[in-house]
């Protein structure tokens, strides 16, 4: 897997200011330091399981938490490498079989097996007991109501992301104390992907089973990651603490305690104050001046994610796919990547990512920028001005607001009437009143295969269309059939044929660029940042000089 990456860890020049020694300092007797990092949000849905929790700012929470049989290298790559099992073999076209790594202990001192890896696939935990493993039927949910749920049912979305996630999954099963098989009812040949993707990460049986409802369970999840939850309040912060068992070696820090700090320029100053020892989600325009401050540094740059605005084709002016389609063609994307971002990002091939290796498809590229073909779409689909809604949060996203409005003087030049809503939260941006038109989003590729991103959210399964916001027949067909077509060069025309489809014809979504985050550090810790939203506090990664 490669994985494009820059590391801006200039941090020189004049110190802005003098600062107190650091809050933390190696104390007498090996006590461990802890530090405080300062996020925009922890968890949209107010929980701490993936299964609810598909999203950004949820794969750095859960880092420090959860881990899979199948792991990637935050230090390297992101190339594929042991977890929580040592070995895994192909035995056919629908089997994986691994070997699990022994003396692991979960945060409540059991230790892992075998039975742990299949509850953790089970009905009970992931698919519901209505699970057909038969139907291909798309389980439409939409996005979570926070405390909705009562005792131990689970959540909707939970079903619908494992379905997303594990489309035909036939069973997982023990072969003895440290061997499992997984089964799937078709030929896949991503199986490896999805054990190690976001929300295969193994969980305690006996931790799920013990917890009063499933709320208890989300917000204090027994996990086996390096540290584990002391206290979690929703949209104000997490405490974590060492996970002193771990099998990966003592972690370095005592406490690890993530803030809420929505604002830029809080965060900014939190750091500069020593309040906070690192920040997330630094826009570029603020890196120059962290990094005139010699005490600090700023870690970052692309990721596997990319930003998307994503449409309704339901609503009233954009059933005619030439309006979507004027909407691609009126972006500037370059001029975005210049202004907001300081060409610390670049503007993709589309929905898809180099790492792909034999999947990527060559010379596929986003809409061009074309005004004058804008406008001429504008005109022969027949739009008299209506308004076309544009649903928006207050940066959640990097630069969300400020690409927003870009987007919209763009749009407005091609004769697009379109009007942002501002939105508090998640649940207004997906809410089907009929008002729901154009919203922003990023798509991410847990694994090197086009249905990790393509398929997995815009596929009959992906939240797109649980969401009911947009479906096309050939898409689904192909979709169906690319995940159980073994031979790759047929799987690649299937995966061009979608981004046809997807990005051309009948759009669902238009890339906008590449994302890249950026976190602002305190210098004197010696910490790497990941090509990921993901943050690594093992042994390995945390020095302080």
């Not at 006996?206 to 206290?231: L, M, N, Q, S």
Request: glycine fraction near 6%.
């Amino acid at each position: 897997m490669h994985i494009h990456r820059r590391n801006f860890l200039i941090g020189t020049g004049i110190a802005a200011g003098s600062l107190a020694l650091p809050r933390f300092a190696i104390a007498q007797g090996g006590k461990r330091p802890s530090i405080t990092i300062a996020v925009q949000q922890i968890s949209n849905s107010a929980s701490l399981e993936p299964l609810r929790e598909q999203s950004n700012v949820g794969e750095r929470t859960f880092s420090f938490l959860y881990e899979g049989l199948i792991m990637r290298n935050r230090q390297g790559k992101m190339e594929p490498i042991p977890g929580l099992a040592t070995a895994w073999k192909r035995i056919n076209e629908r089997t994986v079989e691994l070997t699990l790594r022994p003396g692991v202990k979960f945060h409540n001192g059991d230790e892992m097996t075998a039975d742990d890896v299949v509850f953790t696939f089970s009905r009970e935990r992931m698919f519901g007991p209505d699970y057909d493993i038969s139907s291909n039927k798309t389980l439409f949910a939409n996005v979570v109501v926070r405390d909705s749920i009562e005792g131990k049912a689970l959540p909707p979305e939970v079903m619908a992301v494992a379905k997303r996630s594990w489309p035909a999954l036939e069973k997982v099963e023990a072969v003895d104390k440290y061997t499992v098989r997984f089964v799937n009812r078709t030929p896949d040949v991503t199986m490896e992907g999805r054990i190690a993707r976001y929300g295969s990460e193994i969980i305690s049986r006996r931790g799920f089973e013990e917890a009063k409802t499933w709320i208890d369970w989300a917000r204090k999840p027994i996990t086996t990651g390096p540290y584990k939850v002391r206290e979690f309040k929703p949209d104000q912060e997490l405490i974590l603490e060492a996970h002193d068992e771990y099998w990966g070696g003592r972690p370095p820090l005592e406490t690890v305690r993530m803030m809420v700090v929505p604002e830029i320029a809080s965060r900014v100053n939190g750091l500069f104050s020593g309040q906070f020892d690192f920040i997330c989600d630094m826009p570029p325009d603020q890196i120059p001046g962290i990094e005139k401050n010699a005490k600090f540094e700023v870690q970052g740059g692309l990721i596997a994610n990319h930003r998307l605005t994503v449409f309704d084709k339901h609503h009233p002016q954009l059933i005619d796919p030439r309006i979507r389609q004027a909407l691609t063609h009126a972006i500037d994307r370059q001029a975005i990547v210049d202004s907001l971002w300081a060409g610390r990002t670049r503007v993709p091939a589309g929905l898809q990512w180099e790492f792909y290796g034999p999947m990527f498809v060559e010379g596929w590229t986003v809409p061009e920028f074309n005004p004058q073909k804008a406008k001429d779409l504008v005109k022969a689909a027949g739009y008299k001005g209506d308004p076309i809604p544009f649903r928006v949060l207050n940066n959640y996203y990097t630069n969300q607001v400020s690409t927003a409005q870009i987007l919209l003087e763009m749009w407005r030049q091609a004769g697009l009437n379109v009007q942002i809503e501002m939105k508090e939260n998640w649940q207004q941006i997906f809410e089907n009143n009929g008002q729901r038109a154009v919203r922003d989003w990023s798509n991410s590729a847990p694994f090197t295969d086009p249905v990790s991103s393509i398929v997995n959210q815009h596929g009959p399964n992906g939240q797109q269309q649980q969401a009911k916001e947009w479906s096309n027949d050939e898409m689904n067909k192909l979709s169906v059939a690319m995940e159980t077509e073994v031979d790759m060069g047929r799987r690649k025309a299937m995966f061009r044929r979608m981004l046809e489809i997807c990005e051309r014809e009948d759009p669902a979504y238009t890339v906008l660029h590449q994302n890249a985050t950026f976190t602002a550090k305190r210098k004197d810790i010696q910490w790497k940042s990941a090509p990921a939203f993901a943050m690594d506090f093992r042994d390995h990664n945390f020095k302080i000089s």
